[in-house]
């Protein structure tokens, strides 16, 4: 191999790359015109050439996927913990809420001291238990039938309502006993006592007697039209049909349910509060 050999095979890196002077670039192309070996030489140069590119242009796109991989990874980790902590704090807030409502519609027994009660005989017998709120709604008004040592029995009286119904002017129930009799005594809250055997329950105000009186004539109405529902549905067989009211009963009904309301409102046994009228029932034991 002579000195033009190798000074040309020094050349052609240059001369591929593009970057050998011009006088450079003659010298190789006119020796491998002459010298098959050096013309051998540069092509497994360029061979090898192109393996290390297509190698690096391997490499290359190998990075690139693993980089997306590993961004698309990352993007997927930060958006399973956003969602997590998303899903966590939306169950927290309904379960926070529904703690929050459960523990306020809790039903609570209300004690001696957030309410007061009155008794009122009606001239028929019936007692008429009134029970009047300080600030709470009143979810239910319970009688129970409690039985004593002695083989009697005596009244207890319970309100009942939630934690969170307060009402600024309180809350008003009455709550009709057929009567008082049997009782040996009637208290609420357990412990207080408001009327013993023997003792005589203040008479009920003639507002009061008016009130019962048309609440009496109302369900007096409903009971017979009721019955004449019944009687007309046997006539014809078939019990299939609602009953409409007559022009006639339409009108009844509104009168009577406008005397009651007008009534309520002029009990002063009740000019406290709302009256929410419960039925009539038998003491619970």
């Known amino acids: 191999m002579t000195n033009n050999c190798d000074m040309a095979r020094d050349l052609m890196p240059l001369t591929i790359d593009g970057v050998a002077s011009e006088a450079s670039q003659q010298f190789v192309t006119e020796h491998l015109e002459e010298c098959a070996e050096c013309r051998a030489y540069l092509a497994g140069m360029k061979a090898s050439l192109k ?10 796109r190998d990075f690139t996927r693993t980089a997306a991989h590993m961004r698309l990874r990352r993007w997927l980790r930060r958006a399973m913990i956003v969602a997590l902590a998303l899903v966590v704090a939306i169950v927290g807030l309904y379960a ?32 008429i238990v009134t029970a009047q709120t300080f600030n709470k709604r009143i979810s239910e008004l319970v009688v129970q039938d409690v039985p004593t040592e002695d083989g009697g029995r005596y009244g207890n009286i319970e309100l009942w309502s939630t934690r969170s119904s307060n009402v600024p002017r309180g809350d008003l129930r009455a709550y009709e006993l057929p009567s008082a009799q049997g009782y040996e005594y009637i208290v609420y809250d357990w412990t207080k006592r408001i009327w013993t055997r023997g003792e005589t329950i203040a008479p009920a105000s003639s ?20 019955k004449r529902h019944i009687i007309e549905q046997a006539e014809k067989g078939d019990f299939s049909e609602t009953y409409q009211l007559t022009p006639e009963e339409k009108g009844e009904r509104y009168d009577l349910e406008t005397a009651l309301n007008v009534a309520k409102t002029k009990v002063p046994e009740w000019n406290n509060g709302t009256v929410i009228e419960l039925e009539t029932a038998e003491p619970r034991g």
């Open 207 to 226: 507002e009061m007697e008016a009130y019962y009186a048309a609440r009496d004539a109302l369900e007096a109405f409903n009971r017979e039209v009721e």
């Open 96 to 127: 926070g809420i529904y703690a929050h409502n459960a523990y306020n519609s809790e039903k609570i027994m209300l004690t001696s001291n957030a309410y007061t009660v009155l008794l009122s005989q009606l001239k028929d017998g019936r007692v």
């Open 51 to 60: 393996v290390d590119v297509d190698q690096a242009a391997r490499e290359k």
